[in-house]
């Protein structure tokens, strides 16, 4: 099972990492990624990550705020959401799956079969 963690509340313009690990076995041979709902919308994609690390990809709407990465001797992987926006406001999610993934189709919420229970970000004054 994932595990996403972290969130909380942040004023604007202000910094918060969540991290997503695995209560059993290693993420490190699973391709990760975030999504993110806010109440009453779609999820929708945040960020991507390969085993390696060395692959990602990013939604436009955080692209130059949001950093995704994995430290595999923690066995976990991060979101490094800095800027932060009210918009940001969601709860957010990790997905995993164990077989490549054509990039083109990461953003598309119906090719990730594991999710992780959700942590909330709140982004206000």
């Known amino acids: 099972q994932l595990q996403a963690s972290g969130g909380g509340t942040v004023q604007p313009g202000g910094s918060l990492r969540l991290s997503c690990a695995a209560s059993e076995g290693t993420l490190n041979d699973w391709t990760i990624a975030w999504f993110r709902q806010a109440p009453g919308k779609e999820r929708e994609a945040v960020a991507y990550i390969g085993t390696s690390g060395l692959e990602k990809r990013y939604g436009d709407i955080v692209k130059g705020r949001f950093t995704i990465s994995r430290d595999r001797a923690k066995n976990t992987v991060y979101l490094q959401m800095n800027s932060l926006k009210p918009e940001d406001t969601a709860v957010y999610y990790c997905?995993?799956?164990?077989?490549?993934?054509?990039?083109?189709?990461?953003?598309?919420?119906?090719?990730?079969?594991?999710w992780g229970q959700g942590t909330l970000v709140t982004v206000s004054s």
């Open positions: 997905a995993s799956r164990a077989n490549r993934l054509i990039l083109s189709a990461w953003h598309l919420p119906r090719h990730w079969p594991y």
